[in-house]
């Protein structure tokens, strides 16, 4: 399809200002993504904006740097557009997380961050999905699951009062356990369960908080040996003088000696 040079120029002063090819595309509501970069990058709207991408240097990065199949190394565009979805994503992981990394992230996490992104729109769930490498059917289904009323919140009130009350934060889910079956109206609840949910509210006994000094077989430097009192002069003249024994666990025989001076 053709278009005039009208829509060529706009998109070239839409550019100007700083707005992606994905934006102008949805702002002039007739060309594609991709026909809006090949006017950037040919220099035709406008003639400025193709030589200014043109001579726009990607950040540097140390070693062989991101891979993407999916995007031609050429189509700079793309590119910057791939890596500000990157960022925004460790963003979000950052505000789910407290940690800016994606290792080791459960569905349900990446769920929450998906949900923290697509309200600005600009980016498809598809990209979003792909990004994090969680399937569509996994997210919806993650979704429903986040959607869903927590049966276990009863008890969830239950145990965190137990355990800063009765238990005055110093006792285990054992206690918690044994105190829930206890009450006027008794709770039975098995004591995995109780362990779960004090481990998800982040309910930890104040002895398990303590730091604990790390193991060191180091005893300290050996003391002097005795003085040889007896000097192998076993007669003795009183009683309880000379004392002689022995030590099952070596070979030699230890002489005790008493000196009463």
């Known amino acids: 399809m053709t278009y005039s040079r009208a829509v060529v120029e706009r ?26 970069a090949r006017w950037t990058r040919a220099g035709a709207a406008g003639g400025t904006v193709g030589r200014a991408v043109a001579k726009m240097d990607l950040p540097k990065v140390v070693g062989d740097g991101p891979v993407y199949p999916d995007i031609d190394p ?21 505000d789910v997380l407290k940690a800016a990394s994606l290792d080791g992230m459960s569905n349900r996490e990446k769920t929450l961050v998906i949900d923290r992104l697509r309200p600005c ?39 965190r009062r137990i355990f800063t009350e009765d238990g005055e934060g110093a006792r285990g889910y054992r206690f918690v356990t044994a105190r829930l ?48 009192l007896v000097r192998r002069d076993f007669r003795s003249a009183l009683p309880n003088f000379l004392w002689l024994t022995d030590v099952s666990a070596t070979v030699k025989t230890t002489i005790l000696t008493n000196a009463q001076q």
Request: proline fraction near 7%.
């Open 74 to 94: 050429d189509d700079k565009d793309a590119l910057i557009e791939r890596l500000v979805l990157e960022n925004a994503v460790l963003r979000a992981v950052n």
């Open 181 to 228: 079956r206890e009450l006027d109206e008794p709770v039975r609840a098995s004591e995995k369960v109780v362990l779960r949910i004090m481990r998800e509210e982040g309910l930890v006994p104040r002895w398990m908080r303590r730091k604990r000094r790390p193991y060191s077989s180091y005893a300290g430097e050996p003391t002097p040996a005795p003085p040889n």
């Open 121 to 159: 729109g600009k980016w498809s769930l598809r990209e979003l999905t792909s990004s994090l490498g969680i399937s569509k059917s996994s997210y919806e289904y993650q979704r429903r699951a986040i959607a869903r009323p927590d049966r276990l919140a009863p008890l969830r009130a239950l145990v």
């Open 11 to 36: 998109a070239g002063e839409l550019r100007r200002s700083g707005l992606s090819c994905r934006e102008i595309a949805r702002e002039l509501d007739g060309p594609s993504k991709s026909a809006v």
